[in-house]
């Protein structure tokens, strides 16, 4: 997969911080989330493995405002962040975590909305704001219910990127590298 291009991608499992049994205890933890991100970016950096520009940061929900969080401890800023229906319960309100994903994170932050005042902030929070069929729910082809892992920005990326408007990789191969 290298001769795709010469790339790293780490998932972060949150799984400890994001599960807690009430979603307010969730939503407090991106920041303790978002702060070890940081470090292991830090030491990314600091070791030359990447530059901050080459850096791109995906979050999902809650997971947009650990991106958000992580992007805004590091210096000097990372290239972009991509938001995917930031979380709204705990983040758009008189409220503020200290770690909700705004345009000041990263040179380039886009977002996509498709759960707008519902689940996912409502306002525009990038440089670039995106709010297909108007943002909210139901997208079309999807149902109205919601579940925490299936909710509509998932599954309109997966529609646009099977339709082939845009190229996508699978990211397994024959061989895998664990990181330590």
């Known amino acids: 997969y290298l001769s795709k291009g010469g790339v790293n991608v780490v998932k ?28 292991l970016l830090k030491r990314l950096l600091q070791a030359g493995a990447t530059t901050p520009q080459k850096v791109h940061l995906i979050g999902f ?14 210096a000097p800023k990372v290239g972009r962040i991509t938001g995917l229906d930031p979380a709204r319960p705990g ?11 705004d345009k000041t994170d990263a040179t380039l932050v886009d977002v996509v909305h498709t ?35 299936k909710t509509e920005s998932v599954k309109l990326l997966r529609g646009i990127s099977n339709t082939g408007l845009i190229k996508t990789f699978p990211i397994r191969g024959p061989k895998t590298n664990s990181a330590t």
């Open 12 to 39: 972060v499992d949150w799984s400890w911080y994001a599960n807690r049994l009430l979603y307010p205890a969730s939503a407090l933890a991106t920041g303790r989330a978002a702060a070890r991100v940081a470090a």
């Open 61 to 74: 929900s809650l997971g947009a405002h650990v991106a958000g969080g992580a992007g805004s401890l590091t």
């Open 91 to 101: 983040f758009e309100s008189f409220v503020t975590l200290g770690a909700e994903l």
């Open 115 to 149: 759960c707008a005042g519902y689940f996912g902030v409502s306002q525009p929070v990038g440089h670039l704001d995106f709010f297909p069929n108007g943002g909210t729910p139901a997208q079309p082809g999807c149902q109205a219910t919601f579940t925490p892992r």
